[in-house]
Every structure is written in C-alpha cells, then in structure tokens.
C-alpha cells in the first residue's frame, strides 16, 4: 500500500504539478499526515523537491511550500524512427531538452539500436549527465505497439511485423528501453510536459508526412484493444480512391498529408517542391493549388469531426510538423471540422493549431521512457 501510495503522489506531481501537500492531499484521497510523510521519504530518495512558496494575495495564513519532481532525479533518451533522419534528445524528470542528435534513417533493428548506443555517451557528456542516472529509453515509430511496449506488432514504414525490438536496444544499450506508437508518444509528452497537461480527455493530431492521432481518456492513454486506436490515416475518406501503402484505397494518408499534397501538385505539373510553395500558388489565385488545399485540408477536417463525435474530447491538439500547414489549408481544415461536427460538441470542444519540429517525436519517445519509470520506481 505504501509503493501505491507513493506512485500515487508522484503521478499526482507530475500531471498537476507544483502542487502544495493539502492540494495532494485533495488529488489523492490520502490524509494530510499520509502525505507529510510519503513526501518526505520521496523528497529524501531524491524524486521530489520542494519549490518556491506560492504566494497569492487570495490565500490566508502561512504560504504553501509547493512539490515537483526533482529534474535531476532521471534523465531520459527519446528516439524517433518515424521519418529521416533518426533524432535523438536527452530530457531531464521534468521533460526539459538538454541535448539532441541526429543520424541516418534505417529500417534494421540493429542498426537502429547501434545508433542509439553510440549516441549514449555524447548526448550524456555534452549535458554533463553521468551514465548511471540515465534511467530509460523510449523508441518511437510509426505502426501499432503492443501494450506491454517492447515489440513492433506492424510498421508498415519500416517493414516489421512481430519484431521485439525494445528487447533489441535493450541488450545493445543496457539500458531499460520501450516502444510507443509515434501518436501516442506525443500525446503522452503533452500530457506530462506540454499543451494537454490540463485536460483528461483529449486527441493530438500530428500532420507532416503522414498523419497520426492519439486519444487520452480520463487522463489516461487509450491504446484500444490491439493498440491500433487513432489509426485516422487509414480511415477511408475517399472510396474506391488511391491506393494506400496500407493495401486499401482512399485512405487520408493518400489525401491530406504533405507528401499527399505534393505528389497531387506533381501529377497536375505545379512547380511545388514544398507545401508553403502549394501555398504560395494557391494565394496567387492558382484554381489547382486551390483545388488540392481544399481537398486535403477537407479531408483532414472532416477525420478529426469523426475523432470529436467518436470521442467527445475536451481539447484537440493539431499539431504542424516543420510547418507543413500553410493558412488556407489550416482555414480548411477547422472549417471542415465546424461544418461535421455537432454544435453542442463543436461549442465545448477547443481546438488549437501548434507549430513543432520534427523533434517531438524523440521528445515524445523520452516521455514514455519517464512515464514508465514514473509508474514503476515504487512497485518494488
């Protein structure tokens, strides 16, 4: 009870925190002196620390002594293998980047995780970081994951089916080492780091060359029953329209992504070689940049109308990859999504537009590595 207890307190921390010992007391149900006392031992084993006095004029009384995580209790390397270049960044206990590093994309295990271990020593020495507080590494990529978060069950960017490839880093790291879903690690780098930290129930859209989604329940990730839950590039929004890589037809990826995008301005004979120059044709008054903005930031509005009505989210998180969404197609899309979406839901539900690189991904890996590391510290 006591382990619970604490993991209790220290997932309370890091959703809500800085929080004061009787706002942890409220959050988690345990009494006053439960908490005096599990914070002390948590303060003492190095996790938590007290920060700075709140002081607000509403308050009465002593001023509270807030608690947070300890940033240097553990460090974190977050990969990303979703699109080339492989990126890699150290974070700290609180999700602060303290180094980043890239190298070549590859779709062999091996290869991947010799990547991973030679970048060990440098992203830990140009941060000053020993190797032993180096607490877990966390892969992302794009495919479905299984629950337990060591094997690829499906990628098919990478071509792997089945493949146990947290066990592959692992054994070439030493280092414990998990996988996650590319959608999903964002969403969970949001809720623990990031713009969902407030919100219980929410979706994270992530647009660059492909399209994914992820979903938190009642402040808990939904993986589904296969971990297949968010797969909107593979919803059909065209039927009987172009082959996907998937094996089906009319699929959003083949409609609203940037390589979409791209590959319709090539077939029409824009010169386009980037979506900001689509754009840039389309605010010239070009009919078929117009045309392939429409219909892609169309398409991509009306999937997340079907993720708002599915799941009735407090917030939904679109978030721009490297600047791939221009204004019209932005202007498309949240049109498409008022349009689909019921009043009552469209009038509760936020929707913000956010700009990233391609290192949220790597962040997002780091997170889940922190997570795991957050919710097992205490079972022993």
Request: glycine fraction near 10%; aromatic fraction near 4%.
């Amino acid at each position: 009870m006591a382990n619970l207890s604490k993991r209790s307190l220290l997932e309370a921390v890091a959703d809500h925190g800085p929080l004061s010992r009787s706002e942890l007391a409220v959050r988690t149900g345990l009494s006053k002196a439960a908490i005096t006392g599990l914070s002390r031992e948590l303060i003492q084993d190095g996790a938590l620390e007290e920060s700075e006095v709140a002081s607000a004029p509403s308050r009465q009384g002593r001023p509270s002594i807030l608690l947070r995580l300890n940033p240097t209790h553990g460090y974190f390397i977050g990969a990303s293998i979703v699109e080339e270049p492989v990126t890699m960044v150290l974070t700290d206990f609180q999700g602060a980047v303290l180094g980043q590093r890239t190298a070549p994309w590859s779709n062999d295990p091996q290869a991947i995780a010799g990547t991973i271990r030679e970048s060990i020593p440098h992203l830990l020495g140009e941060a000053g970081i020993p190797a032993d507080r180096l607490r877990g590494i966390g892969v992302a990529l794009s495919g479905l994951v299984n629950h337990d978060q060591d094997r690829c069950l499906h990628s098919a960017n990478l071509g792997w089916i089945d493949l146990p490839v947290a066990a592959v880093v692992e054994q070439a790291t030493g280092v414990p080492t998990f996988l996650e879903n590319d959608a999903n690690a964002v969403a969970t780098g949001e809720r623990l780091y990031g713009l969902a930290r407030d919100y219980r129930t929410f979706a994270t859209v992530t647009f660059g060359d492909s399209i994914g989604c992820a979903h938190y329940v009642d402040g808990t990730l939904y993986r589904g029953h296969g971990g297949g839950a968010g797969e909107i590039a593979h919803c059909t929004i065209e039927p009987g329209g172009l082959p996907c890589r998937c094996g089906k037809r009319g699929c959003l990826d083949t409609v609203a992504p940037r390589q979409a995008i791209l590959a319709q301005a090539r077939a029409l004979g824009l010169t386009a070689a980037t979506t900001a120059e689509v754009e840039a044709l389309a605010a010239q008054g070009d009919a078929e940049a117009i045309a392939i903005l429409h219909r892609a930031g169309g398409a991509l509005g009306l999937a997340i109308a079907h993720v708002i009505q599915v799941n009735d989210p407090e917030f939904v998180l679109i978030v721009d990859v490297e600047g791939a969404m221009g204004p019209l197609f932005r202007t498309v899309t949240q049109q498409a999504i008022e349009a689909n979406v019921l009043p009552r839901l469209a009038a509760s539900t936020t929707i913000r537009f956010h700009h990233a690189t391609r290192a949220l991904w790597a962040r997002g890996a780091a997170s889940i590595a922190a997570h795991r590391f957050l919710t097992r510290a205490e079972e022993g």
